[in-house]
């Protein structure tokens, strides 16, 4: 075991529709989603024992700290089944801060690594009650399928939905040359919950996928925009371009757009390549 290395993937994820629809009386929401994977977008997190604890994130020093999820997460079982120190190098490819749940994919995968290195014999269920100590978005990323996020997010239930042999671009917007990233304690603080309006598991059902951007609306975009305006042109584009839906990822910053195929004239867009950059694309 001692030479032993697992080697686990972190997925990306998107928001099909994101409602807030109240505030409770301890300060968090109650919302409901569509949770929805990219699971060729992922983070790798590599891990073995070693003779002291530590958190390698190359390229990212300032994520190389005790407030990381990945931290939290070997915590968490450590102290469970008193776990020996580990070696853990984390390697980013999803930007933190953008809402496509990255930190929460890092913390999961890193679950299960050590329940593989150390035949802790976990399953789902139980990799579950760990995931929902870590954060809201977590549960989701123990199973990675479609499902729908309800309550405080660690609410979840199946849902028929298949985007296969559809195809996504993601982008992150940038201002002055760098990435935005989104705080989402302060895009709470500006929301407006609502809970009188059709479940989205309804809007599923009874809308095509063309008529999701009227319906099947994430609360958070029309904050960002106010923000930033210039974003509202980017989308306006995409539409133009061909996409079927585009919509803001969690609260932010991610944006992506579902086309049909492959879009080369979005590739060349110069309104796409000033405010953003591609951060994946390819077939869902």
Same mark, same amino acid.
């Given at each position: 075991?001692?030479?032993?290395?697992?080697?686990?993937?972190?997925?990306?994820?998107?928001?099909?529709?994101?409602?807030?629809?109240?505030?409770?009386?301890? $300060?968090?929401?109650?919302?409901?989603?569509?949770?929805?994977?990219?699971?060729?977008?992922?983070?790798?997190?590599?891990?073995?024992?070693?003779?002291?604890?530590?958190?390698?994130?190359?390229?990212?020093?300032?994520?190389?700290?005790?407030?990381?999820?990945?931290?939290?997460?070997?915590?968490?079982?450590?102290?469970?089944?008193? @776990?020996?120190?580990?070696?853990?190098?984390?390697?980013?490819?999803?930007?933190?801060?953008?809402?496509?749940?990255? $930190?929460?994919?890092?913390?999961?995968?890193?679950?299960?690594?050590?329940?593989?290195?150390?035949?802790? $014999?976990?399953?789902?269920?139980?990799?579950?009650?760990?995931?929902?100590?870590?954060?809201?978005?977590?549960?989701?990323?123990?199973?990675?399928?479609?499902?729908?996020?309800?309550?405080?997010?660690?609410?979840?239930?199946?849902?028929?939905?298949?985007?296969?042999?559809?195809?996504?671009?993601?982008?992150?917007?940038?201002?002055?040359?760098?990435?935005?990233?989104?705080?989402?304690?302060?895009?709470?603080?500006?929301?407006?919950?609502?809970?009188?309006?059709?479940?989205?598991?309804?809007?599923?059902?009874?809308?095509?996928?063309?008529?999701?951007?009227?319906? @099947?609306?994430?609360?958070?975009?029309?904050?960002?925009?106010?923000?930033?305006?210039?974003?509202?042109?980017?989308?306006?584009?995409?539409?133009? @371009?061909?996409?079927?839906?585009?919509?803001?990822? $969690?609260?932010?910053?991610?944006?992506?757009?579902?086309?049909?195929?492959?879009?080369?004239?979005?590739?060349?867009?110069?309104?796409?390549?000033?405010?953003?950059?591609?951060?994946?694309?390819?077939?869902?």
């Amino acid at each position: 075991m001692k030479d032993k290395i697992i080697i686990e993937k972190a997925p990306a994820k998107i928001n099909l529709g994101l409602f807030v629809l109240k505030k409770r009386d301890n $300060g968090y929401h109650d919302i409901s989603t569509i949770m929805y994977p990219i699971n060729d977008f992922y983070d790798i997190i590599t891990i073995s024992i070693s003779e002291t604890l530590s958190l390698t994130v190359p390229n990212h020093i300032e994520l190389e700290n005790e407030d990381n999820l990945v931290f939290k997460a070997y915590n968490l079982l450590k102290n469970k089944f008193n @776990l020996p120190p580990v070696k853990i190098v984390l390697e980013k490819n999803i930007p933190y801060q953008a809402g496509l749940g990255g $930190g929460s994919s890092d913390a999961v995968a890193t679950l299960k690594a050590l329940n593989k290195l150390f035949n802790l $014999g976990l399953d789902a269920n139980e990799l579950l009650k760990f995931s929902i100590k870590l954060g809201s978005d977590c549960p989701f990323f123990v199973y990675a399928n479609p499902l729908i996020a309800e309550k405080q997010g660690d609410i979840l239930t199946t849902i028929n939905l298949s985007l296969e042999n559809k195809y996504i671009y993601i982008f992150l917007p940038y201002l002055n040359d760098k990435p935005i990233q989104v705080s989402t304690t302060e895009a709470y603080s500006q929301i407006k919950p609502n809970e009188f309006r059709e479940d989205i598991k309804t809007i599923i059902k009874n809308y095509p996928m063309v008529q999701w951007k009227y319906q @099947l609306k994430n609360d958070f975009l029309e904050i960002f925009i106010n923000k930033y305006p210039f974003l509202y042109e980017l989308i306006e584009k995409l539409y133009e @371009l061909g996409a079927i839906y585009v919509n803001l990822s $969690g609260s932010g910053s991610a944006i992506f757009a579902i086309f049909d195929n492959k879009n080369k004239k979005l590739e060349y867009s110069s309104i796409i390549n000033k405010y953003c950059k591609v951060i994946y694309k390819g077939y869902l």
